[in-house]
Nanobody
């Protein structure tokens, strides 16, 4: 069982920044594809950013150029740096750890609210 603990969410004004963290309790962290997802009220959960075990990244179109995903394998942690935040970025953000269908885990979520 892999535990994922997210932190860093909160209330921020439009144009502001936040950095989310997701710490995994797994020595096999470096082998995992790590992703960040978000779910806004009344909407489906959507994939926001991906980082592979090799460090390749990919982003959902609406966050390209504003968000950056990174990982620190020594700390078993993945980050999501979010800049130029917009009200439409308001959602609960979840991290996911994936190696295989049997090794697939979700964090508890952290709320991000962008509002003036």
């Amino acid at each position: 069982q892999v535990q994922l603990v997210e932190s860093g969410g909160g209330l921020v004004q439009p144009g502001g920044s936040l950095r989310l963290s997701c710490a995994a309790s797994a020595s096999i962290f470096s082998f995992a594809v790590m992703t960040w997802h978000r779910q806004a009220p009344g909407k489906q959960r959507e994939l926001v950013a991906t980082i592979t075990s090799g460090g390749s990244t990919n982003y959902e179109d609406s966050v390209k150029g504003r968000f950056a995903i990174s990982r620190d394998n020594a700390k078993n942690t993945v980050y999501l740096q979010m800049n130029s935040l917009k009200p439409e970025d308001t959602a609960v953000y979840y991290c996911n750890f994936h190696i295989s269908p049997r090794l697939d885990y979700w964090g508890q979520g952290t709320q991000v609210t962008v509002s003036s």
